[in-house]
């Protein structure tokens, strides 16, 4: 099992930024790839941000150019910076993981249990 726990979340006037981290801990070898999603109220989860064991990255159209995946692999952390904050940037942020199950290429994913960004004034 990997667990996943996120933090960073919190309310923000518009134009601001946040820095969400997510923490990997235990049968974390193998993980492919980690991410970040959101939910909004109503709305289906998203994809906001990907980064592969490669280091090989991928955002959603509207976080291009205003947030950034990165990763410290020493802590076995996960971090999203998100500038120029918007308003329906308001969601629960996921952190999640994927890790091929044992013995085969079939992906299990990973969440964590989600922060809330808010974004108003």
């Known amino acids: 099992q990997v667990q996943l726990v996120e933090s960073g979340g919190g309310l923000v006037q518009p134009g601001g930024s946040l820095r969400l981290s997510c923490a990997a801990s235990?049968?974390?070898?193998?993980?492919?790839?980690m991410g970040w999603y959101r939910q909004a109220p109503g709305r289906q989860r998203e994809l906001v941000a990907r980064i592969d064991s490669g280091g090989s990255t991928n955002y959603a159209d509207s976080a291009k150019g205003r947030f950034t995946i990165s990763r410290d692999i020493a802590k076995n952390t996960v971090y999203l910076q998100m500038n120029s904050l918007k308003p329906e940037d308001t969601a629960v942020y996921y952190c999640?993981?994927?890790?091929?199950?044992?013995?085969?290429?079939?992906?299990?994913?990973?969440w964590g249990q989600g922060t809330q960004v808010t974004v108003s004034s």
């Open positions: 235990g049968f974390i070898s193998g993980i492919n790839a």
């Open positions: 999640n993981a994927q890790k091929p199950r044992r013995g085969t290429s079939i992906l299990s994913d990973y």
